[in-house]
């Protein structure tokens, strides 16, 4: 949740011509993440939530993706690159310790 938070006040500084192409599809990746946690969990199911957290590790690859090429056409500083790629490596760290116990379940 707080790297939607980040996303969010980052692509309010993207050119506004942008708002329907690379600050949307961030903004949509990025809120796909915890939505599709939410989601598994809501499932009740230890299969259905594997799958949506998979799902949402996809989409935090697409962020991690849309963010880089932010920095390479000169949107994001790379300043601000290191501490949001922070913030997705320690999203990737919980997402994979979600996926470990959830595969371990199902063996």
Partial sequence: ???????????KNYPKEELYSLTSQTKRACVSVPANIAEGHGRRSAKDSLQFLYI???????VETLVNIAVMI??????KY??????????????????????????
Avoid: A
């Fill in 1 to 11: 949740m707080l790297l939607v938070k980040t996303i969010y006040l980052l692509c």
């Fill in 74 to 79: 000169g949107f994001l500083e790379e300043e």
């Fill in 82 to 107: 290191e501490s949001i790629s922070k913030e997705t490596d320690e999203c990737f760290r919980l997402l994979n310790g979600l996926i470990n116990h959830f595969e371990k379940k199902l063996l």
């Fill in 56 to 62: 949402s590790r996809g989409s935090l690859y697409e």
